[in-house]
């Protein structure tokens, strides 16, 4: 358009002095521009000034089609976004697209995927939110100030989407029509009763709930709810809010600690300068234990030392029928329990079916194993799973695992190579799958039982080691367990026989001590031994394949997950352990081929050379982004650095694999000396008593989060490390009275059990709407 108001001024004008002008330098014309300007009236000045203030003032974003308004939108960060919709309606209508938070969902590392729910779940979710929680006083109400030079998404400091009243489920109100500024008085939970909300179900009309709703402040706005307001069989998620709760959720969870807030799901292309402070909620943790379980109105909890926990996400159905006692511990419990129900109003026990998605299996040293109800007002035992063990259940392992009948037929490769599966995918293959739980204990014993189904004894029971199993791994065709008696056993996970043994004991190079923990994946099986040592097998033929002596003291504790998307293909996976001397340190697996340099094999750029090797391996490089059809589904390689299978032999060929397996250590966490006597010391500042470790005794159980790695120890205490750095976030003390024995967590809570028979519960998910999120 400028170049034909230009041209149509030059040509009411001499050609030469249009052409002389307009050949003129940049400065010269600026001062010829100004000239000609002072020369004018001033009433054509003003007219000009306005013409130009028109054309400059163009909303190019807003005149462009919504679809590609969205894409450019969706290079934003966070806060970016909810500063947009300050500048015009346009723009905030763009922002509440469910496209552009669907790309932020999309874009986030590990993906954020709505999690299936129906209008009963969402019902039971709502009811359930709005109760008053354990250990916090009904007339808890706060109203917060947003403010977007402090902006924390956090309900226990300030929340950046009081357009929408907060993130309390209901309000019955289309996202898309929501308008208003981020600054504004809002609400998040309460004991007040549960508001109103749009619901369609195919043969009824909608309807309101007739419980008051929460006094909200004349300017706040109704809630964001987690569903939109659509005339649907089943509730469609707004990834709006679902994207913001994540945000806030990880935030929680990672609480005072420095590092990157939300670094799981900020925009694709975040910098540093646009990082968010951290949240500073302070989480109550909530206890439950044999008593509190009978006052919610379900079974007795253990009366004994807990010694493993495995959290559980499925829709099941449980019947609940109330149990005998099966021991002498047992019975003196239950008369306990019996004398006390008689002084107290807490509901009988009753029968019948009990359904919900959120589970927790517990297993202790009264012999048996319980599963717990999380997804009711209090948590509460619905099932004991008894008969099995005649000594301590010192470990567990869940797993999905298809009927038998469906089984793949399992093939015979090349002479020495490990059989194959050929499997025929199908839709819907994770329907019909039996929840199935293996369990070991003292007695030597492993056995298998059936969550959902069965009747609470074990469906298969064998003898498989000679000395107590102390840690069990189980996936959807094998179970690995290993024990004292320095053995490492794989079994069928439909049969338990006997498929593999590694005996320590017939050779000297191999584990020198009680085998404490054990992981498998598809091609290895990982051990940690007290003998200080981490070792890698073959889990198809048994042979070393690596190891590393990995500290000053043995191993107590081991945990493993699958490396990022975007990780190099080299990393195999990462390995957290827990050590005697209150250590905590991360490994990688690494598959090389041997003889060549590492820095060369993972093609590493030249101005990356000088990054650590746990940044080349974790570094998303261009080439690696622009290979393939773009969709990700690419198949993975059979040979080379794709492979998927690593040892001696290669079972599609027939041939030596070239590759080799090492392990790398990647980091150790770490946090300020707080030594009783002793003057608190900066961060850099080592102490040579603690060795600034954060734990102060054996390191008994690890689990490895998405961005954290949560740890309990001897020393009573649980606590929160931040995965990519190291450093502590959270020290979660003064709730257990002895030794912490098992720590486990999901995006929702940290739940920890220990000596002292009791189960702690932090629950990070307090007062939000978390209907549609994937534990």
Excluded at 83 to 98: F, H, I, N, T
């Amino acid at each position: 358009m400028q170049d034909r108001r230009r041209s149509s001024i030059a040509s009411s004008l001499p050609g030469s002095l249009t052409e002389t002008a307009l050949n003129l330098p940049l400065d010269a014309r600026r001062d010829l521009t100004q000239a000609l300007l002072w020369s004018l009236p001033r009433e054509d000045i003003i007219a000009l000034s306005l013409d130009l203030s028109r054309l400059l003032q163009k909303d190019i974003l807003g005149q462009l089609p919504s679809e590609v308004s969205v894409i450019i939108l969706s290079h934003l960060t966070l806060e970016d976004i909810l500063k947009c919709r300050l500048v015009s309606r346009d723009w905030a209508k763009l922002c509440e697209d469910q496209g552009l938070w669907a790309r932020f969902c999309a874009a986030a590392v590990p993906r954020i995927r709505p999690r299936y729910t129906t209008w009963a779940d969402l019902t039971l979710h709502q009811q359930l939110l709005h109760l008053p929680r354990p250990n916090m006083p009904d007339d808890d109400v706060a109203s917060f100030e947003s403010n977007l030079e402090d902006l924390t998404l956090d309900v226990g400091g300030l929340d950046v989407i009081g357009a929408q009243g907060g993130l309390g489920g209901g309000g019955g109100v289309d996202s898309f029509s929501m308008a208003g500024g981020v600054r504004g008085m809002v609400w998040e939970r309460s004991g007040y009763g549960l508001p109103s909300y749009t619901q369609h179900h195919p043969s009824s009309p909608s309807s309101s709930s007739s419980r008051r709703t929460p006094r909200i402040s004349p300017r706040s706005k109704r809630p964001l709810q987690s569903h939109l307001a659509l005339p649907t069989t089943q509730p469609q998620v707004n990834y709006k809010h679902l994207y913001i709760v994540r945000d806030i959720l990880a935030r929680r969870l990672r609480g005072g600690g420095v590092g990157r807030a939300g670094q799981t799901i900020s925009g694709p292309d975040t910098s540093a300068a646009d990082k968010l402070r951290p949240s500073t909620y302070h989480v109550r943790p909530h206890t439950i234990d044999a008593i509190s379980s009978i006052e919610a109105g379900g079974l007795p909890g253990h009366s004994e030392t807990i010694y493993s926990l495995q959290l559980i996400a499925r829709q099941m159905s449980i019947t609940m029928t109330p149990t005998r006692p099966h021991s002498a511990a047992e019975e003196m419990a239950d008369d306990a329990v019996s004398f006390w129900r008689g002084k107290s109003t807490a509901p009988k026990t009753s029968s019948g079916p009990v359904s919900g998605r959120d589970w927790l299996l517990s297993a202790s040293r009264d012999h048996t194993l319980r599963l717990w109800q999380l997804s009711s007002p209090k948590p509460r035992v619905v099932k004991i799973y008894h008969g099995g063990h005649i000594g301590s259940v010192l470990c567990l392992s869940v797993t999905s695992v298809a009927p038998e009948s469906s089984r793949p037929r399992r093939e015979s490769g090349p002479a020495g190579s490990p059989s194959r599966s050929r499997r025929q995918s199908r839709p819907g293959s994770g329907e019909g799958k039996r929840l199935m739980a293996v369990s070991g204990g003292s007695d030597g014993r492993l056995c298998l039982w059936d969550m959902e189904h069965g009747d609470g004894k074990p469906e298969k029971m064998i003898e498989a080691h000679t000395d107590s199993v102390l840690c069990v791994r189980a996936d959807d065709e094998r179970v690995v367990s290993s024990s004292k008696d320095r053995t490492i056993k794989v079994f069928d996970v439909h049969t338990l026989k006997r498929l593999l043994t590694i005996d320590c004991n017939e050779n000297e190079g191999w584990h020198r001590g009680a085998i404490n923990a054990v992981c498998l994946t598809k091609d290895y099986i990982l051990s940690a031994s007290g003998d200080r040592t981490l070792r890698i097998w073959s889990i198809h033929t048994g042979a070393l394949l690596a190891f590393i002596d990995a500290g000053t003291r043995g191993i107590a504790s081991m945990d493993f997950s699958q490396p990022p998307p975007h990780a190099h293909p080299s990393l195999r996976g990462i390995i957290v352990i827990g050590s005697s001397d209150a250590s905590i340190k991360v490994y990688h697996l690494i598959s090389h081929i041997p003889g060549v340099d590492m820095v060369d094999a993972l093609g590493i750029i030249p101005p990356l050379r000088d990054l650590s090797l746990r940044d080349m391996l974790l570094h998303q490089e261009d080439e690696m982004g622009s290979e393939g059809d773009g969709d990700g589904d690419e198949e993975e390689s059979t040979t080379g650095w794709g492979s998927s299978f690593h040892g001696d032999i290669d079972p599609e060929a027939g041939v030596e694999d070239p590759t080799e397996l090492s392990l790398e250590l990647a980091g150790q966490c770490w946090a300020s000396c707080a030594c009783p006597g002793r003057p608190s010391t900066s961060d850099s500042a080592l102490c040579t008593r603690c060795f600034n470790r954060g734990h102060t005794d054996l390191v008994r159980s690890v689990h490895l989060g998405e961005q954290v790695i949560l740890s309990g120890s001897y020393d009573s205490t649980v606590k929160v490390w931040d995965r990519a750095s190291g450093r502590l976030l959270r020290n979660l003390a003064g709730v257990h009275s002895g030794r912490v024995f098992s720590v486990v967590g999901d995006h929702l809570r940290i739940i920890s059990s220990g000596l002292d028979a009791r189960i702690s519960i932090w629950d990070f998910s307090e007062g939000l709407d978390t209907a549609f999120v994937e534990p």
